[in-house]
């Protein structure tokens, strides 16, 4: 069974308007190619046959994936969310220890991570180690160069 994934509502119809395209454009984009390649004679030596076939089977799990996801998605209801602790959806500035960065991530579902923009999963190693914390807690974290720890210096909320 899958585990259930939580999602804004932002994030659940950005993957409903990428499983559309995928099944309104790009599914009858990839039969026509295999039709165009069918067309051009002898499939047992058709290279351009056999390369649509498999781009067209890559589609088809892209697509078989994306239905999984959604089909086990739940929109999160923010107001019913305690804002005292690092939840998915909490905005989290942290320092190190170490060295004494300050960083601010936002813990979103792993198909929502995006590092360039400050979001990152809830399944990555700093996000499985920032969930539940509180202000003055200290999160830490497992890396491969061992442990690395940060303090929690504010939780909000979006």
Known sequence: MSKVSYYTEEGLRKLREELNQLKDIERPKA???IAEARDKGDLSENAEYDAAKEAQGMLEMQIAKLEETLSTARIIDESQLDTSKALIH???KIKNQI???EMTYKLVAQSESDLANG???VDSPIGKGLLGKKVGDV????VPNGIMKFDILEITRD
């Not at 999160?139 to 497992?142: R, Y």
């Open 119 to 121: 979001k990152i999963s």
């Open 31 to 33: 039969s026509q190619a």
């Open 99 to 101: 060295n004494g960065m």
């Open 139 to 142: 999160a830490e974290v497992v």
């Open 90 to 92: 909490s905005t989290v």
